[in-house]
């Protein structure tokens, strides 16, 4: 199926019908065959879930970075073919990136600033979560070309 709804078939010939939504208020929930199971993120900036699903004979993880979901089965992901890696922890340079979007573009920006840090920041994230370096740098000097200018109106005003 396509989306966040996938039908899956495991060792005994039973389909298991599997499908995903991000909820408004509450977290990403996951359904299987019907029941619900609200899952929660393992960041609070993004939402990260790597829920795992054992049917008999296959195995499934239903991988959600932002507001994409993935499946994998058995180790594959069903979109792409490429092989499933569990999500990682956010390195900690990272997450200096996103100290100085947002709280240094507080401070010398103002809110103006700090939003647009904090829009960066999530960007930083999945690029980090798929281990994208030059992506997350990259994204870190066009935070700062923004940046610099708009700190600069706002102190002049």
């Not at 920006?109 to 999530?122: E, P, V």
């Amino acid at each position: 199926m396509k989306g966040n709804a996938w039908t899956i078939t495991d060792g005994n010939g039973m389909t298991h019908e599997l499908s995903c939504r991000l909820r408004s208020f509450g977290g990403p929930e996951i359904t299987i065959d019907g029941n619900a199971y609200r899952v929660k993120s393992s960041s609070w900036l993004i939402n990260m879930v790597d829920y795992s699903i054992d049917f008999p004979g296959v195995n499934c993880h239903v991988v959600m970075i932002g507001n994409k979901f993935r499946l994998a089965v058995n180790g594959t992901y069903n979109d792409d073919g490429t092989a499933y890696e569990p999500l990682t922890s956010i390195p900690a340079w990272v997450w200096v990136l996103i100290a100085l979007s947002v709280v240094g573009g507080l401070f010398f920006g103002g809110w103006i600033c700090a939003a647009i840090g904090l829009a960066f920041s999530s960007i930083y994230i999945t690029a980090a979560l798929k281990k994208n370096t030059k992506k997350v740098i990259g994204f870190f000097v066009l935070y700062l070309v923004i940046a610099i200018p708009v700190s600069i109106l706002v102190n002049m005003l």
